[in-house]
């Protein structure tokens, strides 16, 4: 039976929370692997383990709590190892590695955003922003809507101004957490944002980071933050905090 | 167990927090190349929608639409739910840097925008719990006047 790993630990990691339920139906008992002065949690893998949302949050659930008790390297969801054997050996093999990775995520979160537009909010600013959409909206409302020509027109300038501000408001929403964070690593390709970014956050940090969080919302309330934290530093173990919070792309730091 | 400031979970709906998660422990994490990973086909994550503007004609006619719903000569007795929205941009417009002060067009159009959200409510269930929650401070303002 193959062995699924959650994740990766120091040595001195303390023992697992009880009752801590892994992946599969029903779910599969926690154990731990030693190698290299390094502990693996691990679970036998179920058969024919598929990426249902049980186990996609049986994993983070078991990766949330053992990363309260110390630094933890999660690992992506559904990695196997033939064995027990070949967890220890990888341990081993790569502890040096594994060590460093450890200690500079030590004491530190992942905070994810997502920002949305409150279409409404957007639009409205979008409109008092351009005199020129103004126009052509009434001149479309005057002619009890406008051709269909008219519409497109005029729904196109409007998409238009929108994107626009989508762009800026994503480096924005970056720009302004940036500070609050150590290192930034863009969230997964996923439509639906117009911005999806993750930071690193030091534990002691967390409260000043979601301050920061909520100032960005209060000064732009035509944008829509969610905000998922503290969690296990997916976006920041290989090869870590790669970029430093300060060297955004393209990005340059605006006087406040 | 050290648990830091409360979780922070969505800005909305639970669930779509819950996806928020779920899409970096798909995509993110360690990966050991001695290591097989489980096959990804046919994920059983909750579906979002796609809310950035995409360029196609059906957004062009819907930004038409909700911009013909606009009266922009209209006055604020048109709209009820009024006094609170302009409050807020007012307020907001102070408070962005960049934004820049509202003008009295721009208000103008604040009460055809809170007419078209009056009528456009039931449609809005995703993101009406912030809006809501914003408004809710400013009733309570207005009424201890």
């Not at chain 1, 062995?3 to 731990?32: M, N």
């Not at chain 1, 933050?225 to 530093?233: A, T």
């Amino acid at each position: 039976m193959s062995t699924y790993v959650y994740g990766i630990t120091a040595g001195s990691h303390s023992s697992l929370p009880e009752e801590l339920a892994g992946v599969g139906d029903p779910a599969r008992p926690l154990r731990t692997v030693e190698g290299g002065g390094l502990t693996a949690i691990v679970s036998d893998a179920p058969e024919g383990l598929r990426p249902k949302r049980r186990d996609l949050l049986a994993h983070q659930t078991v990766l949330s709590e053992a990363g309260a008790g110390g630094s933890v390297l999660p690992m992506r969801f559904g990695s196997l190892a033939p064995d027990d054997d070949a967890v220890a050996q990888v341990l081993q093999e790569r502890a040096e590695h594994y060590r460093e990775r450890l200690a500079a995520l030590d004491g530190r979160v992942e905070y994810n955003i997502k920002a949305t537009h409150n279409e409404e909010a957007v639009l409205y600013r979008v409109m008092s922003e351009n005199p020129e959409l103004r126009a052509l909206a009434e001149s479309n409302r005057r002619s009890g809507g406008g051709s269909h020509e008219d519409k497109l027109r005029l729904g196109e300038m409007v998409a238009q101004a929108v994107q626009r501000l989508e762009s800026t408001d994503a480096d924005e929403v970056r720009r302004q957490l940036e500070p609050a964070a150590e290192a930034v690593s863009p969230g997964p390709d996923s439509t639906g944002w117009l911005a999806n970014v993750s930071f690193l956050v030091p534990r002691d940090g967390s409260a000043r980071f979601v301050e920061a969080v909520d100032e960005v919302r209060k000064n732009n309330p035509h944008l829509e933050l969610r905000v998922n934290g503290p969690l296990p530093p997916y976006s920041f173990v290989e090869p870590g905090p790669a970029e430093p919070a300060r060297t955004p792309s393209g990005t340059v730091a605006a006087e406040e | 167990m050290s648990v830091v400031p409360a979780q922070q979970s969505g800005g909305g709906g639970g669930s779509s927090g819950l996806y928020d998660v779920l899409e970096l422990v798909l995509d993110r994490g360690l990966v050991i190349d001695a290591f097989v990973r489980v096959s990804l086909v046919g994920i059983e994550i909750l579906k979002i929608d796609v809310r950035v503007v995409v360029a196609s004609v059906d957004t062009y006619l819907r930004f038409a639409e909700a911009c013909n719903r606009l009266d922009l000569e209209s006055g604020p007795n048109k709209s009820t739910g009024l006094p609170e929205l302009v409050g807020e941009m007012t307020e907001s417009g102070a408070r962005g840097k960049s934004k820049g002060a509202l003008s009295g067009a721009a208000q103008t159009i604040s009460d055809a925008f809170s007419q078209a959200r009056d009528e456009g409510r039931g449609e809005e269930s995703r993101s009406e719990s912030r809006p809501r929650a914003r408004r809710a401070p400013a009733r309570k303002k207005e009424e201890s006047e």
